[in-house]
């Protein structure tokens, strides 16, 4: 259920822009290591609460996996994050299309 979004549990029925959403939870998972829902707590709502652009690492500390080398320079993390939580919008016409993430 947690790669599934809020309309396809409400419907059965997939989207265009299903799979977007999968993805990018699918990409919030190799950044935390974590599972989509853990202890009852929901990964994407997780990050979008603590999330902040104007902090380093989006403040992002506690949530990304320290084995991604968190004492380097990150490049890239920000794109791939803004990616991942493009995908995962509640509204599905805000994600974007496969063909625009890939």
Known sequence: MGYMD???YMTHRLTK???AYSFGV???ELITARKPIEHGKYIV???QEKMDKAK???NLHEFLDPAIGLGTTLKGLE???GLAMRCVK???SDRPMMAEVV
Do not use: I, Q
């Open 6 to 8: 809020p309309k396809y």
């Open 79 to 81: 794109k791939f994050v």
């Open 90 to 92: 509640e509204a599905g």
């Open 26 to 28: 699918l990409m919030l």
């Open 17 to 19: 822009k299903s799979d």
């Open 45 to 47: 709502r997780e990050v």
């Open 56 to 58: 380093d690492l989006y």
